[in-house]
């Protein structure tokens, strides 16, 4: 079946299956926000679990159970609702950024600075841990940054999507994405709780690039130091922007090209074991290597194969989109603030009308991102300079914006399951990889932050 004819029908069910997959998501992140969150004492710090990792953990345990399995075109319009989520997310966190404007401009260079943190983080640490654990050209991948969506694009522009700097990005990405948001609550609830670190560094450390990772982190961050919220937040909020912007740049002339090269030369004993091997093997070696690269090609392709299947998108209607996610928002919200408010139907109000003209701008520009502009035109509107940023903070602040990241982790979690294979696939190696490059990429962001806050205050 093509592509084309695939994404076509996907497109007619989405509609007609939207409907379940929301009343199976409202279901979950009105229960876990009922819930509600959990403090664990390890000692050496304490750990906070909020309704959005239950909400995560819930939808991936309905997503992979074999009871009555979750369909893959339903994970794919869990996935695709995901998508939009993330916008609201963003417009919520816009709204903290305006009042923290004067906090951001104190913070100045410090912010720039902890961007060397998330660079030199998986770099520095856990490049060197996958080449121990041999993981191949896949370490490149892997670990020259987080790797969401925009490394497939860099890796694939310069190694193929065929090569095993491609896979190692896919399998980073795949570890992000069902471990990432679970991984950094804890990591920042344990390293928040110890209380040595301004508030701020642990906002700038938490914009890793990833919006669920940098709302999950924040939580902690919140819970920690409840009377710094809106300035942690807003921190957090252009940290991310910051991180996802310069990213692309930062991806293809600095961090791959520096990944490539500490790479080869932590394995240069490894090329020259490899290459005295050959010189000195038979010819019936040499039919073994040819075999032996047939069989990975075949590899190769049918692991593409079950990536397009396990990938394949499903386009909603934006109006579909977002009056299912206002519907769970709302009842998530009113559950978070113990009771139903018109003030919440109204902060949605405000948030839905930012989404859809930031895309309408985006759609116009072509080469902003809609995120670019939420961020910007939220930050604005909030900020002291316009002359309705009172009264639309009043009314956004009623929309706690946890109840959003429950609703958006809930969805995340569902759409999971499909991804399960690949990284049985790619192996347990990205596990201890993954960990560290996340807590390389935070801690090393935080450190840095913290000495240049002090710097600059």
Known sequence: ???????????????????????????????????????????????????????????????????????LDLQRIAAALVGVAVLLLVARLAFNIGPSLPSLVKAGPALLLQEVGHLLGTIALALPLAVLLKMGKATVGATFSLDREPSFAMVSEKYGPDSDQYRGVLAMYVFGTLFGAVYITLLTSLVANWKIFDPLALAMGAGVGSGSMMAASSASIVAAYPGDQDAVLGMAAVSNLITTVLGVYVGIYLALPLADRFYRVLTRNQTREAVAVAAAGTVERGRADIERDEAQAEENRRFRERVAESSAVIKLPLWLSLSVLTVLGIGTASVAAKGFSLSIVAGYAVMLALVLVSIALAKVTRKISAIVYITTIGAYISSPWFFAADALTAVIKTVDFLSIATVMLTLAGLSLGKDIPLLKNIGWKIIPVGLVAVTASFLLSTVIAEFALGLWH
């Not at 996907?10 to 979950?28: C, M, N, S």
């Not at 990792?53 to 074999?66: E, T």
């Open 1 to 71: 079946m093509s592509t084309s004819t695939t994404t076509a029908r996907l497109d007619k069910a989405g509609a007609r299956l939207t409907l379940p997959v929301a009343a199976l998501a409202f279901v979950i992140a009105v229960a876990v926000q009922l819930i509600g969150q959990a403090k664990i004492d390890l000692g050496i710090g304490a750990i906070v679990i909020f309704p959005m990792v239950w909400g995560l953990i819930l939808g991936l345990l309905v997503s992979i159970q074999k009871f009555k399995p979750l369909g």
